[in-house]
């Protein structure tokens, strides 16, 4: 699948969960995950989503450490399949899947 298309698809998810999934650019700081969840009671997410079997770049692998070490709660997803176990987990605080 496309990365176009699951992005899609997990932005349709997240608003059935009664949520937001915004596209997340911060001017300056090239490899920031694609997306910003927010859901329902406050839980607050990054997803970087990537095309079936592709990996992040090295960038965005130092953008997520640099997210995690702050406490942050972010998934790379590349399986429509995981959708909802990374909706899940942004839902329950960011546990693992």
């Known amino acids: ?4 298309k699951l992005e899609e698809k997990f932005r349709v ?3 059935k969960a009664g949520g937001k999934a915004y596209k997340f650019t911060s001017p300056g700081n090239d490899g920031v995950p694609d ?3 927010v859901l329902p ?3 607050i997410g990054f997803v970087e989503l990537k095309q079936k079997g592709k990996k992040p770049t090295p960038l965005q692998n130092k953008r997520i450490r640099e997210l995690r070490d702050l406490g ?3 998934h790379v997803l590349d399986d429509p399949a995981n959708i909802g176990a990374v909706i ?3 839902a329950r605080g960011g546990q693992a899947l």
């Open 72 to 74: 942050c709660t972010v």
């Open 35 to 37: 997306r910003l969840v």
């Open 88 to 90: 899940g987990s942004i």
């Open 41 to 43: 009671g406050g839980y």
């Open 13 to 15: 998810a997240v608003s």
């Open 1 to 4: 699948m496309i990365e176009k």
